[in-house]
């Protein structure tokens, strides 16, 4: 059964540092890998899909690695901001290839 | 549509009632997906609909829940006798063709149950 962790569970920065967000998972058999936003009483804001056969991409400030041999991701956050305070997700696919499994994220706060 | 939408966006209930959550995908997605996000915990799968069938609805926690979709577009989460372990927030997402594809999440309903 595929499971997902993140680490930390939560993390208080001061506006302009480098940020690194973990994210592990049991089976590396994965169909892909896609880091999420949720910000508080509102829905999800897809950020990074990495395909399995992919080993990172980026958007903006933001850049996602893949290494499905050692079952890790890490979501990379430059330059952090206050508006990039929000809980952070990363979800993989199950064994079954019919739905993402979810870790329970990573809650970013990032002080002026 | 632009995005998911999903309503009602917040439903408060008695315990004992039926509610019933509505999801309207994004136009042209075949596949659909319904999570549930209680309190202090994860994003908890429930169903997954590929066009009108559910291949998998293996995270739905009990015969209080059930699922459907009609023309391959709106699907209806429906929980009867409802108990207060119900509260939570559903949220539903779709994508174009179902995995590896991109998901796209709606807003969510959160239900209170009294």
């Known amino acids: 059964k595929q499971e997902v962790t993140q680490i930390p569970a939560a993390l208080s920065v001061p506006e302009g540092e480098n940020l690194v967000l973990n994210c592990s998972f049991t089976?590396?058999?994965?169909?892909?890998l896609q880091w999420f936003r949720q910000d508080p009483g509102k829905g999800l804001t897809s950020l990074l899909l990495i395909q399995s056969s992919q080993r990172e991409q980026t958007s903006g400030r933001l850049n996602a690695s893949l290494d499905k041999s050692s079952g890790r991701s890490t979501l990379y956050i430059a330059a952090s901001q206050p508006g990039d305070s929000a809980t952070y997700l990363c979800a993989v696919a199950n064994q079954a290839g019919t739905a993402l499994i979810f870790g329970k994220g990573t809650t970013l706060s990032v002080s002026s | 549509g632009a995005g998911v939408s999903q309503s009602p966006s917040n439903k408060v209930t008695e315990k004992g009632k039926d509610v019933e959550l509505r999801c309207d995908p994004i136009s042209g997605h075949t596949a659909l997906y319904w999570y549930r996000q209680s309190l202090g915990q994860g994003l908890e799968f429930l169903i997954y609909?590929?066009?009108?069938?559910?291949?998998?609805k293996s995270g739905l926690p009990s015969d209080r829940f059930s699922a459907e979709r009609t023309g391959g577009s709106v699907s209806t989460l429906t929980i009867q006798r409802t108990q207060q372990e119900d509260s939570a927030v559903y949220l539903c997402?779709?994508?174009?063709?179902?995995?590896?594809?991109?998901?796209?999440f709606g807003e969510g309903s959160r239900l209170t149950v009294l």
């Open positions: 609909f590929q066009g009108n069938s559910a291949p998998d």
């Open positions: 997402a779709s994508s174009l063709g179902g995995l590896p594809g991109e998901l796209f």
């Open positions: 089976d590396s058999a994965i169909y892909n």
